[in-house]
């Protein structure tokens, strides 16, 4: 039967400020995801969404569109509830790591699909596969045997190629045609694959600030409420946490730096910074998953916590007791003067890793496990002339140019004294 849509009747619709109706979108993203539509042609109708926008209706129409394209995961039968999290990317944003087992120690089930880094920031998947012998891919079958299990609760691992192919296609193309920033596909692309995966109850960390994809809190305000309302739409209990993400989280960026950070926290040391995040994202989902009797900060601090990523990481082949990567050279930043280190900037750092190998410029590039950058000093603390304020680690010391000019201008010292931001800025709920 001959369809009664065109991709140059959907595409001129929204070019000129109508709105798609649910047919239009049903029908464009079936007709791409099978070919008929041509890469050009979603091209344009995405450059049509970022000029005109769409209503909550077409952002949940094309967000189920997405997933009704591939397999939808069922997690019901399990014994215990689940809930995931989301980031939307920052710089030393290693909280998945900490944060999956702890939830696991307080009772729920986290079913964690996870990407891998692309430019400034970092992915959960190449932090953890920094471990020897850890492994991202995992069988539908397996992820529910490790969710069922009491003593792991837990699975962070790669999505499979048939959970929302829809939106791998589009956002391939929306990265080489400068249609990445529209709240509406941004919004559907993340949520299209987190509904997907099946979990109950999802919290969202939308990062805010000149290390992160939103860099002022009225776009993250925006983009944080479409994605509640895309999950509560959907029937998954969804809330969000606006962090700020001026300066990176934690002591270090990169990926087996972050690995053995994150293992400091869940042995009960580690950042203020990175404890405090964990644990405000620990209660919010154990609260969804309607856990309403354990404190997370207990989980952590008993050891509860390390125990469930020692099974974690074992379960998918990783040795949680075997050494981590380490590079070859370092490079050592030190204070010009002395007085209050007043600034330092997420983006310089995200990108000085990035340059010394922590990150990639291309989806499939190689990585380097061992490389990043150390920070010695967050702002508000003291430093004195000549103490090592950040170390640069990398295989590659040609690289470490380029990652020093990626810092120049990246911080202050000043005289005056400064307060550090508030971790958590707001929280979204409908």
């Not at 397999?71 to 920052?90: A, Y």
């Not at 000093?377 to 170390?391: I, M, W």
């Amino acid at each position: 039967m001959v369809s009664v849509h065109s991709a140059v009747s959907v595409i001129t619709t929204k070019r000129d400020g109508g709105e798609l109706d649910d047919d239009q979108i049903d029908w464009v993203i079936d007709a791409f995801t099978r070919g008929e539509v041509a890469d050009y042609q979603m091209a344009a109708l995405a450059m049509a969404i970022v000029w005109r926008g769409m209503t909550r209706r077409e952002i949940a129409r094309w967000t189920k569109a997405m997933i009704e394209s591939g397999q939808r995961m069922n997690f019901t039968d399990l014994p215990r509830p689940t809930v995931d999290k989301h980031s939307t990317g920052g710089v030393g944003d290693k909280i998945t790591l900490p944060l999956a087992p702890l939830v696991a120690a307080c009772g729920a089930s986290v079913p964690q699909l996870s990407g891998r880094g692309l430019g400034h920031t970092g992915g959960t998947l190449d932090k953890l596969e920094s471990i020897p012998g850890w492994k991202a891919d995992v069988s539908v079958p397996r992820m529910r045997e490790m969710l069922a299990d009491p003593a792991i609760g837990a699975v962070v691992c790669a999505a499979g190629a048939d959970l929302a192919p829809a939106d791998k296609r589009i956002y391939a193309l929306r990265d080489v045609t400068g249609t990445v920033e529209s709240i509406p596909l941004i919004a559907s692309s993340i949520m299209s694959k987190k509904i997907a995966e099946g979990t109950a109850a999802l919290v969202l960390d939308v990062k805010v600030g000149a290390g992160a994809f939103m860099k002022n809190i009225d776009a993250a305000r925006e983009l944080a409420t479409a994605m509640v309302e895309l999950g509560t739409d959907a029937g998954v209990r969804t809330v969000a946490l606006l962090t700020t993400m001026d300066t990176p989280l934690g002591r270090t960026a990169g990926n087996a730096l972050e690995v053995a950070e994150s293992v400091e926290v869940l042995a009960g040391g580690g950042p203020a910074d990175v404890v405090e995040l964990t644990v405000a994202l620990a209660r919010e989902m154990v609260a969804q998953a309607g856990i309403h009797d354990v404190d997370p900060a207990d989980a952590l601090a008993d050891g509860r916590a390390m125990d469930h990523w020692r099974a974690m990481i074992s379960a998918q082949g990783g040795d949680p007791d075997a050494p981590l990567p380490r590079a070859k050279h370092v490079e050592v930043v030190k204070a010009e003067r002395t007085g209050t280190l007043t600034r330092l900037d997420a983006m310089g750092v995200g990108l000085a890793a990035w340059r010394l190998g922590a990150g990639r410029a291309r989806q499939g590039d190689p990585v380097q496990f061992g490389a990043g950058v150390e920070m010695h000093a967050k702002p508000g603390d003291s430093v004195t002339a000549g103490q090592p304020l950040l170390t640069l680690h990398t295989n590659t010391p040609d690289a470490i140019p380029a990652a020093l000019e990626a810092l120049r201008g990246a911080y202050a010292i000043g005289p005056e004294t400064v307060t550090p931001a508030p971790i958590v800025l707001e929280r979204i709920a409908i």
